[in-house]
């Protein structure tokens, strides 16, 4: 089977999140019915990962063919995980926590995950508003490592 990821990247606050979730339908559409197999990893950090996630389950309920997985990547065992286990198992298909990450320290372990998702992705989708934070620092990085960039907060 030939797996296509996806990861995705914004800030923990984004600007006009109605349009940003207009483009990421769109773009959704695009990729779920035009590849064999669809990997969407994605982190729980703030506004974008929310506002991705939720669009990412409707497109699937809308126009999946089962070949999609929406997969959530912890940089480290989280409490908020921990006790709610079930409704996370519910809402994502996978859970994963990043064996790099888990073994860093704390305050660097989202930049440790976010970089091995770039490292597995086919394809980053972020949300991009200004030069700071740490999703502008991932899509730097991304950018150095030649990965295929979407920034939804960009006019088509």
Known sequence: MNIYTVSFFGHREIENPLEIEKR??????????????????????????LLAASVIRRAVKNYGCGNTSLILVLPYMKAEYHNNKRGYLEYY?????CSKSSEVHYKS????????????????????????????????????????????????
Do not use: P, W
């Open 93 to 97: 298909d996978e859970i994963e926590v």
């Open 24 to 49: 990421l339908e769109r773009l959704l559409h695009d990729i779920i019915t035009q590849k064999e197999y669809v990997e969407f990893l994605i982190g729980r950090e703030g506004e974008f990962d």
């Open 109 to 156: 372990a989202i930049q440790v995950r976010n970089r091995n998702m770039v490292n597995r992705s086919d394809l980053v989708i972020c949300c991009i508003q200004r030069n700071s934070g740490g999703a502008y620092k991932t899509v730097q990085y991304a950018k150095k490592q030649n990965c295929r960039i979407v920034n939804l907060a960009e006019e088509n």
